[in-house]
Every structure is written in C-alpha cells, then in structure tokens.
C-alpha cells in the first residue's frame, strides 16, 4: 500500500517564521520595558561559503526578531591563541547574552580546543561538554540548534514519537549524536527506541529499513532510497550538501541526504530541502539566545 495522498511536507520555512515572530513578540515585552534586546554575536573564520551564508541568515534573523547582533570575521590563517583571546573577551562582555563559534574551522585550529573556552552560560549553541552533559541528563541547558529544530518539527506537526523506533544515520556532534540521545530521552518528542548508525554499520539498510522516524544526517546527497524506507516512516533530512550545478547562475544546488522524488510515496511525511530543517536550526539559534538572555539578564 502507498500513501500518496498522505504525505505531509514538513514546512521548516513557515515553522521557523512562527517561531521567531513568537520570539519577537517576548522580546518586545522587554524592550517595551526600557530593557536592552537581547544580543547574539558570532565567530566566522576563513571564507567558506556555506558557513558565510548559515551567518548571514542567522544575522538577517536577529534583525528581524528585533535582536542585536555582532559579527566578527577573522582570516583563516588566524592563529588559536587569538582566536581563544576573542573568546575570553567575549566570555567577559556582559553586553552580550550569547555568542557561536560557526564550524568547521581551518584544520590548523583544534575545535575542541575553542568550544571548551566557551562558556556554558553563553553558549548558544549548545558544543560544551556542560551543555551536552546537562542535555544528556535531561536538566536545562542549551539544545544544539539543529536538534532542537528537530524536536520542534515533531512536535508542533504532532508527530508522536513515544515507542517508535527512531533511525539516526550519521553520528557527529553537532546533529547525530545530540538528536540520538534527545529522541530517548523521557520528555515530549522523546520515549523514542533509538538506533544510532553509522559509516561502520554493517547492513545499515537492515536497519533503516524497520524505522519509524528517519532522521538524516549523514552528508551524503540522496543517499536515502526507497528500498530503505518503510512504508509510512517519518523521513527528517538534515544534509545540506552544495552539488556543482553548472545551469544554476550559482553554480550549485542544494542536495539533502533523502532522495526525495524516491521516496516520496514511501513516507508519511518528509522535511523538504532546501526549506525543512535548515531555517528551523536558524530559528531555534535565535530562541536559544532569548533562552540565555532571560537566564542571565532580562527575566529578574
Ligand atoms: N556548522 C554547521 N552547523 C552549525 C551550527 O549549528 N553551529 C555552528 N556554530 N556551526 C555549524
């Protein structure tokens, strides 16, 4: 049996805009007040395209939630100490409530190294071990955005989660391993079963295969077909892969991880790419800095 008529397009474009009209209205209530707006600043090393325009988009959404916001760029040859002095100041500035460090950085800088100088209360984006631990253990803290936007699609399209088995496919820490441990844990949009898969599994279709919920994030475009889809199954496509398109004025196209003409009479519902999950990662960015702006200024 398929279920053409069924298939709901998961719209990430309309979510995201109710969300960050519903954060502008809370933000209105304080600057209402006489209070400042809340203030997000980001890191941008080097000139990768991608990561140029993920901070534009989050820049023009602060703008339009009625945030400040600060943008530092820095060449790619930038060294890690300078790099870590940036941090400290911006750890210290209490003008600011939060602030990101946009990935990946060049190769000559230790990741690990920058996100552990953030500090916990700034940061928004939700990379230090406090937040992921605090994540872990269901306390508050800040979700990374890309799995919050996750959990946010599931739950305002009621999508129910509880004892359905959840696929994640890719295991980074930014979106497979934070969103594997979410969809388990004892909260809305959680009591999920999970399998984490990975580039190691053996038989990774063997497992794809008997999934409620999909979700992924692999990076590889199109690699979700259908044979790998159970008929009915909640498909959530997190790639976002630049493909060469030499008849696009740009060059490229944007490819998500699901092969979406494919598996489209397979599924019950799918994110759409572009417009799924991408502008809800922006969206749930933008919430988590109203999040750190009420903890640690406006809401006394
Ligand atoms: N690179 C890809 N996604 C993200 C994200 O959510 N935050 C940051 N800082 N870098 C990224």
């Not at 519903?22 to 395209?49: C, F, M, S, W």
């Not at 053996?202 to 692999?218: K, M, V």
């Not at 809800?280 to 200024?297: D, S």
Request: hydrophobic share 40%.
């Amino acid at each position: 049996m398929h279920f053409p008529n069924f298939m709901q397009i998961l719209d990430g474009i309309a979510l995201s805009k109710t969300i960050k009209e519903e954060v502008k209205q809370v933000v209105a209530t304080y600057t209402d007040k006489g209070k400042r707006p809340p203030h997000l600043a980001a890191i941008l090393v080097g000139d990768n395209g991608a990561s140029k325009t993920y901070i534009n988009s989050k820049i023009k959404s602060c703008g339009e939630c009625g945030f400040e916001s600060s943008l530092f760029t820095f060449d790619a040859s930038i060294g890690e100490a300078e790099l870590l002095q940036k941090i400290d100041e911006l750890n210290k500035d209490p003008k600011l409530d939060g602030f990101i460090v946009q990935l990946p950085l060049p190769k000559h800088i230790n990741e690990n190294n920058i996100i552990q100088a953030i500090s916990p209360e700034k940061d928004v984006d939700g990379f230090t071990p406090i937040n992921f631990g605090r994540m872990a253990l269901g306390l508050p803290c800040y979700i990374p955005a890309t799995p919050f936007g996750i959990l946010q699609i599931l739950e305002r399209y009621k999508i129910s989660t509880s004892g359905k088995h959840a696929v994640v496919i890719g295991r980074s820490n930014i979106v497979g391993k934070p969103i594997s441990i979410l969809l388990g844990l004892n909260q809305p949009s959680g009591n999920c079963t999970v399998t984490l898969v990975h580039s190691k599994t053996i038989h990774i279709e063997h497992y794809i295969q008997q999934a409620d919920i999909i979700i992924c994030a692999l990076g590889i475009p199109h690699f979700l077909k259908s044979e790998m889809v159970k008929e009915g199954a909640v498909v959530i496509d997190v790639g976002i892969t630049r493909v060469d398109d030499a008849t696009l004025p740009k060059g490229y196209r944007i490819a998500g991880d699901a092969d979406f003409e494919n598996i489209k009479n397979k599924c019950s519902a799918i994110t759409p790419v572009p417009g799924g999950v991408g502008p809800m990662t922006v969206a749930m960015l933008i919430k988590n800095t109203l999040l750190a702006y009420q903890r640690n200024y406006g809401d006394h």
